[in-house]
């Protein structure tokens, strides 16, 4: 699962330690907080605060995953190109930079906009 990602991060679930492993689980937890995120979109709450402050974190996390997506896009670029040193493989660069990179970019695009309905209604 990790081996597109290349380099030293393919090794460590090879004999994980347990830094990796809470790694792992945060991270994880991380994604499903931004699935309650948009979750939380399709309530209709009664204060407006709530509805302010799920409208500005929303935007926020769309800028964020786009940001992310787009730097990461640029730095394998430029791996890819010898610009940097990554020790990436051919495959981990081309699926990081096909898939990977591209579909947080679109994420992110998408959170950014998932909130357009929501505040207008």
């Known amino acids: 699962m990790s081996d597109p990602l290349g380099g030293a991060i393919y090794e460590m679930p090879l004999n994980p330690d347990r830094s990796f492993i809470l790694i792992v689980w945060l991270t994880g937890f991380v994604k499903l907080l931004g699935v309650l995120?948009?979750?939380?979109?399709?309530?209709?709450?009664?204060?407006?605060?709530?509805?302010?402050?799920?409208?500005?974190?929303?935007?926020?996390?769309?800028v964020f995953l786009f940001l992310y997506g787009f730097l990461n896009f640029i730095t394998i670029s430029m791996s890819a190109f010898a610009v940097l040193d990554m020790d990436l493989e051919a495959?981990?660069?081309?699926?990081?930079?096909?898939?990977?990179?591209?579909?947080?970019m679109i994420g992110g695009i998408s959170y950014f906009f998932s909130v357009k309905k929501y505040r207008s209604v």
């Open 37 to 62: 995120l948009l979750l939380m979109l399709l309530v209709s709450w009664e204060n407006a605060a709530i509805s302010k402050v799920l409208y500005y974190i929303t935007k926020a996390a769309g």
């Open 91 to 104: 495959h981990a660069t081309f699926w990081r930079l096909a898939f990977w990179e591209p579909f947080w």
